[in-house]
Protein backbone atom coordinates (compact mmCIF):
# COMPACT_ATOMS: atom_id res chain seq x y z
CA UNK A 1 0.00 0.00 0.00
CA UNK A 2 1.61 3.55 -0.87
CA UNK A 3 1.86 6.34 1.91
CA UNK A 4 -0.42 8.30 0.04
CA UNK A 5 -3.29 5.77 -0.55
CA UNK A 6 -6.62 6.03 0.99
CA UNK A 7 -7.79 3.63 4.35
CA UNK A 8 -11.38 3.27 4.82
CA UNK A 9 -13.23 1.90 8.08
CA UNK A 10 -16.73 0.90 9.25
CA UNK A 11 -18.12 3.68 11.62
CA UNK A 12 -20.89 1.06 13.07
CA UNK A 13 -19.73 0.87 17.06
CA UNK A 14 -21.49 -2.40 16.91
CA UNK A 15 -19.92 -3.95 13.86
CA UNK A 16 -16.86 -7.01 13.94
CA UNK A 17 -15.03 -5.07 11.22
CA UNK A 18 -15.26 -1.96 12.90
CA UNK A 19 -14.25 -3.70 16.13
CA UNK A 20 -11.53 -5.57 14.78
CA UNK A 21 -10.34 -2.03 12.92
CA UNK A 22 -9.66 -3.68 9.75
CA UNK A 23 -9.46 -1.47 6.78
CA UNK A 24 -9.97 -0.94 3.01
CA UNK A 25 -8.11 0.24 0.12
CA UNK A 26 -11.60 1.07 -1.58
CA UNK A 27 -14.92 2.28 -0.40
CA UNK A 28 -17.92 0.38 -0.54
CA UNK A 29 -20.42 -1.06 1.88
CA UNK A 30 -18.95 -3.13 5.16
CA UNK A 31 -19.14 -6.72 4.02
CA UNK A 32 -20.73 -7.36 7.98
CA UNK A 33 -23.27 -4.72 8.50
CA UNK A 34 -23.87 -3.37 4.79
CA UNK A 35 -22.96 0.62 6.25
CA UNK A 36 -21.02 2.54 4.25
CA UNK A 37 -17.52 2.90 4.50
CA UNK A 38 -15.73 6.03 5.35
CA UNK A 39 -12.04 7.37 4.62
CA UNK A 40 -9.88 6.54 7.72
CA UNK A 41 -8.42 9.77 9.15
CA UNK A 42 -4.52 10.15 9.78
CA UNK A 43 -2.65 11.23 13.10
CA UNK A 44 -1.50 14.08 12.71
CA UNK A 45 2.06 14.79 14.79
CA UNK A 46 2.77 18.10 15.11
CA UNK A 47 6.30 19.17 17.13
CA UNK A 48 6.35 22.14 18.83
CA UNK A 49 7.80 24.00 16.28
CA UNK A 50 4.84 23.68 14.45
CA UNK A 51 2.32 24.25 17.69
CA UNK A 52 3.54 27.64 17.83
CA UNK A 53 3.61 28.99 14.86
CA UNK A 54 0.01 27.94 14.80
CA UNK A 55 -1.09 29.23 18.05
CA UNK A 56 1.61 32.58 18.20
CA UNK A 57 2.10 33.43 14.48
CA UNK A 58 -0.47 35.74 12.83
CA UNK A 59 -3.21 34.19 11.09
CA UNK A 60 -1.83 35.01 7.41
CA UNK A 61 1.47 32.92 8.11
CA UNK A 62 -0.38 30.13 11.02
CA UNK A 63 -3.25 29.47 8.07
CA UNK A 64 -1.70 28.15 5.02
CA UNK A 65 1.14 26.63 7.58
CA UNK A 66 -1.37 24.55 8.87
CA UNK A 67 -2.53 23.99 5.54
CA UNK A 68 0.36 22.92 4.50
CA UNK A 69 1.64 20.52 6.86
CA UNK A 70 -2.05 19.14 7.79
CA UNK A 71 -2.94 18.19 3.95
CA UNK A 72 -1.34 14.90 3.28
CA UNK A 73 -3.54 14.32 0.22
CA UNK A 74 -1.89 16.24 -2.09
CA UNK A 75 0.81 15.85 -4.44
CA UNK A 76 4.39 16.22 -4.23
CA UNK A 77 3.83 19.83 -6.56
CA UNK A 78 0.83 20.91 -4.84
CA UNK A 79 2.97 20.35 -1.25
CA UNK A 80 5.85 22.63 -2.56
CA UNK A 81 3.35 24.94 -3.83
CA UNK A 82 2.11 25.36 -0.32
CA UNK A 83 5.62 25.81 0.93
CA UNK A 84 6.28 28.60 -1.62
CA UNK A 85 2.85 30.40 -0.24
CA UNK A 86 3.88 30.19 3.31
CA UNK A 87 7.74 31.88 2.15
CA UNK A 88 5.69 34.42 0.27
CA UNK A 89 3.27 35.27 2.69
CA UNK A 90 6.06 35.66 5.56
CA UNK A 91 8.11 37.84 3.35
CA UNK A 92 5.08 40.41 2.63
CA UNK A 93 4.31 40.21 5.83
CA UNK A 94 7.63 41.41 7.38
CA UNK A 95 8.33 44.07 4.52
CA UNK A 96 4.98 45.51 6.06
CA UNK A 97 6.41 45.81 9.30
CA UNK A 98 9.58 47.04 8.24
CA UNK A 99 7.17 49.72 5.74
CA UNK A 100 5.07 50.63 8.91
CA UNK A 101 7.84 51.50 10.72
CA UNK A 102 9.60 53.37 9.06
CA UNK A 103 6.31 55.37 8.49
CA UNK A 104 6.15 55.76 12.55
CA UNK A 105 9.38 56.22 13.19
CA UNK A 106 9.56 59.72 15.64
CA UNK A 107 13.45 60.78 14.23
CA UNK A 108 12.67 61.39 10.46
CA UNK A 109 14.87 63.27 7.77
CA UNK A 110 13.55 67.16 8.52
CA UNK A 111 14.65 67.92 4.60
CA UNK A 112 12.12 65.57 3.06
Known amino acids: ??????????INLDCEIHKDEIVFPKQRDCYACKHP???????????EDDKEIITNY???IAL????????????AFDKITRLKDVYEISLRYLALLVISEYFNIEIKN???
Open 1 to 10: MSVNSKQYIC
Open 37 to 47: LVEKKRELTLT
Open 58 to 60: PTV
Open 64 to 75: PFYEFITNNEDS
Open 110 to 112: KDR
